[in-house]
Nanobody, 115 residues
Framework: QVRLEESGGGFVQPGGSLKLSCAASGSLDDFEAMYWYRQAPGKQREHVAGLTRRGTIAYSDPAEGRFTIPRDNGKNMIYLQMNNLIPEDTAVYFC?????????WGPGAQGTVSS
């Protein structure tokens, strides 16, 4: 069983930055892939960024050029660095990992972008 917990959400003005953290209970090396998703009010959950064990990184079109997905293996942490935020980035952000035949989700962290 893998536990994930997001933190670092909050309120920021347009053009600002937020850095979300995801603490995993297991070693990141045990995960085939790690992702960030988000769900805005009234919308479906959508992929934001993903990182495979081999180091392949992919971003959604809205995230490309503004977001990055760094990791810290020593701390079992996955991050989502979000820059140049816009109101449309307001959502609950979820950490998601694949481990063998299973997948796990964190409870989510709210990020709000508003003037």
């Amino acid at each position: 069983q893998v536990r994930l917990e997001e933190s670092g959400g909050g309120f920021v003005q347009p053009g600002g930055s937020l850095k979300l953290s995801c603490a995993a209970s297991g070693s990141l090396d045990d995960f085939e892939a790690m992702y960030w998703y988000r769900q805005a009010p009234g919308k479906q959950r959508e992929h934001v960024a993903g990182l495979t064990r081999r180091g392949t990184i992919a971003y959604s079109d809205p995230a490309e050029g503004r977001f990055t997905i760094p990791r810290d293996n020593g701390k079992n942490m996955i991050y989502l660095q979000m820059n140049n935020l816009i109101p449309e980035d307001t959502a609950v952000y979820f950490c998601h990992v694949l481990s063998g035949p299973s997948n796990y989700w964190g409870p989510g962290a709210q990020g709000t972008v508003s003037s």
